[in-house]
């Protein structure tokens, strides 16, 4: 069949075909699929770095959209932020930006498990983010459904739904809970995005043509209700931090404003009646299940089932936005019917008058088995194609970010002919998420969890400027002032910690009247002020009050040099091990190992390490299953059989 070239305007090629004019648009070097919050970091940054991006949505109004709960952050999820944002991401400074309540989690513990999370107003977030991508330079956005993405040489074809074909040299695939999306409401299932959009439905056949395979994951959200219709009298009031900090580096110094409130209640026995009454309602309690859901997110009646002796569950009630009465039921994500969704509901303190303005659903998605990518998220038999967020098989908004960022970085450096990028599971969570899913692949949605860090005391919240900036500065995706500020507040910081490490505080009768006014013990000889900060009940701002210490710092330096200097010994303990870790990765594992012998290991690591057989230690941390905790066992039980084989 004769295809005519009629004209070239500007890199755009048209065609005559049939006598229908074809439309190939060759301007971009990188094309990204989906502007959802893996999308959007890989659009922005790849923009950043000088290549001319394209990226595609089925919606401009969905650009940035939360599907889900209305906020960002969270354990494990805020230290994936404040590393997007070192990084030079947008995630971080946009949830400032529509911050309505900020709450630091775990503050009881230890400081690698503080973790940031803010309620955001959702519309406002997406209208901000939708605002960038239309402003960032070397970047299209366009409303547009990919319906078939071609290999040709070293170039990729994608089509629209409406006839256009564009030439890149790479791709990025973030089309999140899209691909041949479904959802399930009771007994009733239509194809669909989230929040009522078009389900993407044509683009997985030309994927698997080019050799991407696809399994079935599932999700879930709860329902929305009217604020006039809750009582907020018979719930309790969860309010925001006054003191916590902001995500970005760049707004440490501004203080967060709290403007509303979230509420929490519980499910008690009525309402686990009602469920456990109808949950064959639910198709996934009456068909064969093939999508696999998260485990860290339960629907209410997964819970209700799996934790038959609970009583009751917490609900969190929280505000979708300062401009919306829509209230987010937290921790009631649900398939049942929506009328059997309103009767459970009705059981609960606080709910017994709710109006719905959504009902909950779940919904199902394809995705891949990320251990398919190299560690920089480009598919291994494919150059130049890369995937991010909910499609590799990970679960939340702050994972698909961290995962668009890094796609977007590598994407750009592939077209532009330089080596790409591999973060380390040592220098952040970003690293050991990519880590985790390309080498172990996984089961069900990953979601990011602090225990999956074996480095987590290196790789805190406060310190992801230090640990990542300087390869943003490297790579070009930061400003020169802001690398100059970086600079600034490192040397203040380390000015400030050679200050407390040579002060000596001497033993006078003033000193020791001031330490037995605060109830810590006197001192007979002199101190660093730096030791007499590692005592528990001496804070950094303690030091300052007694006058031991000037000080004026901003709050967030003054937070980085306590927990340096508090857990100065732990961290370089830690430091330590990485170091033992690498070089003991090679030791040998026998292959005739009955690991079922060895007490402590988990026994899902016992199967699948007794499956595997994995020649050394480092072969066995990759098996999927196979946690740090398990690793550490394994040690364990070489160096006392070694010990043994010696006494032999
Ligand atoms: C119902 C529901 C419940 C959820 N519950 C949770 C939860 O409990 N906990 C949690 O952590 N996370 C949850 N999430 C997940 C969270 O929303 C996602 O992790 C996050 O949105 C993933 O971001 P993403 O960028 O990968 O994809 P998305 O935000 O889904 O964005 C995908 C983008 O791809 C575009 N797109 C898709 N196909 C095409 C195509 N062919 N052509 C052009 N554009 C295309 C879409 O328009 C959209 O812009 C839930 C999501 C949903 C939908």
């Known amino acids: 069949m004769y295809v005519v070239f009629v004209s070239n305007i500007g890199g755009v090629y048209f065609f005559k075909k049939r006598g229908i004019v074809l439309y190939l648009d060759e301007n971009y070097g990188l094309a990204v699929i989906g502007a959802g919050h893996a999308g959007i970091e890989s659009a922005l940054i790849a923009a950043k770095l000088g290549v001319k991006t394209v990226i595609f ?57 503080h973790s940031l999370r803010m309620q955001i107003d959702r519309h406002k977030y997406a209208q901000k983010m939708k605002q960038k991508i239309e402003q960032q330079n070397y970047l299209d956005v366009k409303q547009a459904e ?23 040299k790479s791709v990025i695939l ?43 994951f599932k999700t879930g959200t709860p329902a929305r209700a009217l604020k006039s219709s809750l009582d907020f009298s018979k719930m309790q009031i969860q309010l925001g931090d006054k003191d916590a900090e902001l995500f970005s580096f760049c707004n440490l110094k501004n203080n967060v404003k709290n403007l509303s409130v979230c509420y929490i209640t519980w499910t ?48 969190f009630v929280e505000p979708c936005g300062i401009k919306t009465d829509e209230m987010y039921l937290q921790g009631l994500s649900s398939s049942l019917p929506e009328d059997i969704q309103i009767e459970f509901l009705r059981t609960i303190s606080g709910f017994e008058n709710i109006s719905l303005t959504r009902p909950a659903y779940a919904i199902e998605y394809d995705c891949i088995n990320p251990i398919c990518l190299d560690s920089t998220l480009e598919f291994s038999n494919c150059t130049g194609l890369f995937f991010a967020g909910q499609i590799t098989g990970s679960s939340g908004y702050e994972e698909a970010a961290a995962q668009g960022i890094v796609a977007g970085i ?69 400003s020169d002032k802001r690398w100059e500020n970086f600079l600034e507040n490192l040397e203040l910081k380390n000015k400030q ?36 900060l590692k005592r528990p009940e001496i804070n950094y701002r303690t030091l300052i009050d007694l006058d031991f210490l000037n000080s004026n710092l901003p709050e967030f330096l003054c937070r980085k040099i306590e927990i340096q200097i508090k857990y100065e010994g732990y961290i370089k303990k830690q430091l330590a091990n990485i170091k033992k870790t690498k070089k003991n990765s090679f030791r040998k594992l026998p292959k005739t190992l009955n690991y ?21 230690i480092g072969e066995a941390a990759k098996i999927s299953g196979v946690g740090p905790a398990d690793i550490a066992i394994l040690h364990v039980w070489l160096a006392k059989h070694q010990k043994q084989s010696k006494i032999l």
């Open 57 to 113: 949505t089925m919606s401009m109004d969905f650009i940035g959209n939360c599907p889900c709960n209305p906020s960002i952050g969270g354990t494990a999820k805020g230290h994936l932020v404040r590393e997007i944002d070192a990084l030079g991401g947008e995630m971080a400074k946009t949830a400032d930006k529509c911050c309505i309540q900020a709450r630091v989690l775990n503050k009881g513990k230890g400081p690698a498990v």
């Open 146 to 168: 990919i319906v078939c993405v071609l290999k040709d040489k070293n170039f990729y074809i994608l089509k629209t739904k409406h006839g256009l074909s564009f030439k890149v």
């Open 174 to 216: 973030a089309t999140g809970t899209y691909l041949e999306g479904k959802v399930f409401i009771g007994q009733t299932c239509y194809n669909s995005g989230p929040d009522g959009t078009f389900p993407s439905m044509f683009l997985k056949k030309s994927l698997e043509e080019i050799g991407v395979k696809f399994r079935r």
């Open 268 to 315: 008690n026995e009525k309402t686990k009646d009602v469920i456990l009454k109808n949950v064959l309602k639910s198709i996934f309690y009456t068909r064969e299940n093939k999508a696999i859901g998260p485990r860290y997110c339960p629907s209410i009646e997964d819970k209700v089932i799996r934790f038959p002796k609970r009583k009751r569950h917490q609900i």
């Open 410 to 478: 590598n994407a750009a450096l592939r077209v532009l002919g330089k080596p790409l990028l591999i973060l380390k599971r040592e220098s952040s969570y970003i690293g050991t998420l990519i880590n985790d899913m390309t080498t172990k692949g996984v089961s069900e949605p990953y979601r990011m969890m602090t225990s999956r860090a074996e480095h987590r005391l290196i790789l805190r919240q406060d310190n992801a400027d230090e640990r990542l900036i300087p390869i943003a500065k490297k790579l070009g995706l930061i």
């Open 497 to 532: 910690m050679k200050k407390l490490k040579n002060t000596i505080l001497s033993p006078n009768k003033e000193v020791n009247k001031k330490l037995e006014s605060i109830g810590s013990a006197k001192i007979n000889t002199g101190i660093k002020l730096s030791e007499l």
């Open 596 to 616: 079922k012998n060895i007490t402590g290991l988990k026994l899902e690591a016992q199967e699948k390490l007794l499956n595997s057989k994995p020649e050394n």
